[in-house]
């Protein structure tokens, strides 16, 4: 305990909240090379699954998957009203969060990290040293990302994409942190990765963090 | 679904024991909640009359409607305070809690002054007649009069679940239910006062455990215990927990809107005296049903753990066994009410018109039942393993779907029996849709069950590789 107590004191935790096809990930990552510490993204689904023996789909589908088909495709249910308590099945996603949460908080009091999404910045609330970061981006700049990571065929797709993907991390945020996706009150920094592009962002970035931690 | 220690016990410890481990609690508090009810119709018929428990019946959609808004608040708030504990924010805890405490007093007064203005009219709809209205009123307003209590101790106990103390909670149920069976006799036979006794009896009873509760809740020396700061309204989770306690407040809404029509049906076909043999008949009914609930309560956390670690050998077994025992328990009640009808109605009533009556009834509601308690498992089944679209169909078939149009033709042709029959029809019509989607599920998941093999062998190394992952 006492050594886990020394490690929090010169280790540090980077989390970033960010929209799709911001270039949150890739930020992430690269930061993470050039400050030579743990990234985790989708990772964090590996480990959790190895913790609790349950497979890696099963974390996938609060926050990936679309939650709104089997109801909707059966009742022809798409108010909010049925759809709510049912789909989401509460009780259960809530010891899928546990779970993950229970993998993100022994990592960060483990080492010195960078978190990509998953409410890693209010399950670490009370880490001594923790930078909350929140990354967007132009419209433009997002459509063109997600239509090449996601090989998809049309800007319409794309931008139906974004507008989900959003809305659902938006939803999973707030539902389970006591805070609001996206919104500058929630993070130290919020930053708009087309003003300097991807690198220049991660320049920015890191003397940011270098100088918050004294790192040189 | 909670989990005490370790989840991967739930891949591993033998199924039935882990059954008999999680469904126990939720057996006893379901049996106890409707073990209440009965006493309740006991006394009343015995003390006040066999027209007071058609009054008595009149009362439990509006009853069942109190509940509706109870749980549209309870279920939502305990949903977010067992998130933010297991975050150990007992900060937001705190606030949630507060935050139930206000929304359960402006809905509790909000149902209690709406109701209170309307009650003869919606006591009319609800199925009463020049006769059984005073007795439903009498009732009524004093149940109205102590909502506001009803609906926090309802909140309270469901925040003492969440937050890590089934134990209390379960202590509040059985006690309430013991200083109910004291004061009720006491009450009806000894003060005379009717079936004005018997609701004194339910407020008291419940005053005295959200005393109990509200103490325990102002302990500062725990994790949440109430402050005034928590109890202004914040918007975020006031809107999160009304909309998680949607659902729930939805199917109880749904269940309310049946017995209307259920008694309306009775009244016109049958009397008054129908209506109270369906009181009698719905209580003795609940009590298997109840059982049956605890036990899928029960199987949900170790059906949904292993689906997710696809062990899906578990998964049949839980299913299995679950359907088995639910089977045994509704199938007992069958037997009981086509054996003995005349003992289960006659402890309810010396009214030999009512006492024949309710045996129809009982002999007629209970024809499905050998089959229902598959039904019930098999749509908690698919909630269980994340299918919710196919469980709300379930249940809905059950209990609206298949059960209106019986409910809406039947008496118009055979008259009372009509109404009785409407219900078993209905079970038997949605337990064969039961076993359609039941077959079909399987045929979609035969393939992969070959693949069990590896991944038990997978998922034992897994567990073996990281046996302190728990600590540090």
Redesign the interface.
């Known amino acids: 305990m006492r050594k886990?107590e020394e490690n929090m004191n010169t280790n540090f935790v980077v989390n970033i909240g960010r929209q799709l096809g911001s270039g949150g990930r890739q930020i992430g990552q690269l930061l993470a090379e050039r400050l030579a510490i743990s990234f985790y993204d989708k990772e964090l689904i590996t480990l959790a699954a190895?913790?609790?023996?349950?497979?890696e789909e099963?974390f996938e589908?609060p926050d990936e998957k679309s939650r709104y088909t089997?109801?909707?495709?059966?009742?022809g249910l798409k108010g909010?009203?049925?759809d709510?308590?049912?789909?989401r099945?509460?009780?259960?996603n809530?010891?899928l969060?546990?779970?993950q949460?229970d993998v993100i908080r022994?990592l960060g009091h483990?080492k010195s990290c960078i978190f990509v999404g998953r409410c890693a910045d209010?399950?670490l609330?009370e880490h001594p040293r923790a930078l909350n970061l929140f990354i967007n981006a132009d419209l433009d700049d997002r459509v063109k990302r997600v239509i090449t990571n996601y090989k998809l065929t049309s800007k319409e797709k794309a931008t139906d994409l974004i507008e989900r993907m959003d809305k659902r991390r938006a939803g999973y945020y707030?539902?389970?942190s006591?805070k609001k996706w996206g919104a500058a009150e929630s993070y130290h920094l919020c930053i708009n990765s087309s003003v300097l592009g991807i690198e220049g962002t991660v320049d920015f970035i890191e003397g940011f963090v270098k100088q918050k931690f004294q790192l040189q | 679904?909670k989990?005490t220690s370790n989840?991967?016990e739930l891949?591993q410890e033998k199924v039935g024991k882990l059954l008999l481990r999680y469904a126990l609690p939720s057996i006893i508090a379901m049996t106890a909640s409707s073990i209440y009810h009965i006493t309740d119709s006991i006394f009343i018929g015995h003390g006040v009359g066999a027209l007071a428990l058609s009054g008595l019946a009149i009362t439990f959609p509006l009853m069942n409607l109190a509940a509706a808004f109870g749980s549209l608040v309870g279920?939502g708030a305990a949903?977010l305070l067992?998130?933010?504990l297991?975050?150990k924010?007992y900060d937001?805890a705190n606030t949630i809690l507060g935050n139930a405490l206000t929304l359960n007093v402006l809905i509790g007064l909000s149902f209690s002054v709406l109701s209170f203005i309307f009650l003869d009219p919606i006591l009319y709809f609800f199925g009463a007649s020049g006769v059984t209205l005073p007795y439903a009123r009498d009732f009524m307003e004093i149940i109205l009069l102590g909502n506001v209590i009803t609906h926090i101790y309802f909140g309270l106990n469901a925040m003492l679940r969440s937050s890590g103390r089934p134990e209390k909670s379960m202590f509040a149920t059985v006690a309430t239910m013991v200083i109910n069976l004291i004061l009720n006799p006491l009450f009806i036979f000894g003060f005379q006062w009717g079936i004005k006794g018997s609701a004194w009896a339910t407020v008291i009873s419940q005053t005295v455990m959200l005393v109990w509760q509200l103490k325990f809740f102002s302990n500062k020396s725990g994790f949440i215990y109430l402050q005034k700061k928590t109890l202004k309204l914040q918007k975020?989770i006031v809107t999160?927990a009304l909309?998680?306690?949607?659902?729930?407040f939805?199917m109880n809404a749904v269940s309310c809107l049946i017995v209307i029509v259920i008694n309306q049906g009775l009244l016109r076909t049958g009397g008054d005296l129908a209506v109270g043999a369906y009181g009698i008949v719905n209580r003795i009914a609940y009590l298997f049903v109840m059982v049956v609930l605890g036990l899928n309560q029960g199987m949900?956390p170790i059906a949904?753990?292993n689906f997710?670690?696809?062990l899906y050998k578990r998964v049949n077994e839980v299913l299995k066994i679950t359907t088995i025992l639910a089977t045994g328990v509704t199938t007992f009640g069958f037997l009981f009410a086509n054996l003995f009808p005349e003992a289960f109605a006659s402890m309810f009533t010396n009214d030999k018109e009512l006492i024949d009556l309710s045996v129809n009834g009982l002999r007629i509601v209970f024809l499905s039942y050998p089959i229902i308690g598959f039904q019930m498992v098999t749509a908690n089944f698919f909630?269980s393993i994340?299918?919710?679209?196919?469980?709300?169909?379930m249940s809905l078939s059950r209990q609206l779907l298949f059960l209106l149009p019986c409910l809406l033709i039947f008496p118009r042709i055979w008259g009372i029996d009509g109404v009785w029959y409407s219900m078993p029809a209905s079970d038997l019509i949605s337990s064969i849709v039961a076993a359609i989607l039941l077959v079909q599920h399987f045929r979609q998941f035969k393939h992969k069950e070959q693949e069990e093999e590896n991944v038990t062998k997978e998922?034992r190394e897994?567990?073996e590789?990281?046996p302190n992952?728990k600590e540090?």
């Not at chain 1, 709510?84 to 789909?87: A, N, W």
């Open positions: 886990l190895k913790q609790s023996g349950l497979q099963v589908r089997l109801t909707g495709g059966l009742l909010p009203a049925l709510m308590g049912f789909s099945n509460y009780l259960w809530e010891l969060f546990k779970i949460s022994e483990e209010y399950i609330r707030n539902y389970y006591n | 679904m989990f989840p991967t891949g279920a949903t067992s998130i933010r297991g975050q924010d937001s975020k999160d909309s998680i306690g949607m659902s729930p939805l949900q949904g753990y997710g670690a696809r909630q994340g299918m919710v679209g196919k469980a709300i169909f998922y897994q567990i590789l990281q992952a540090g």
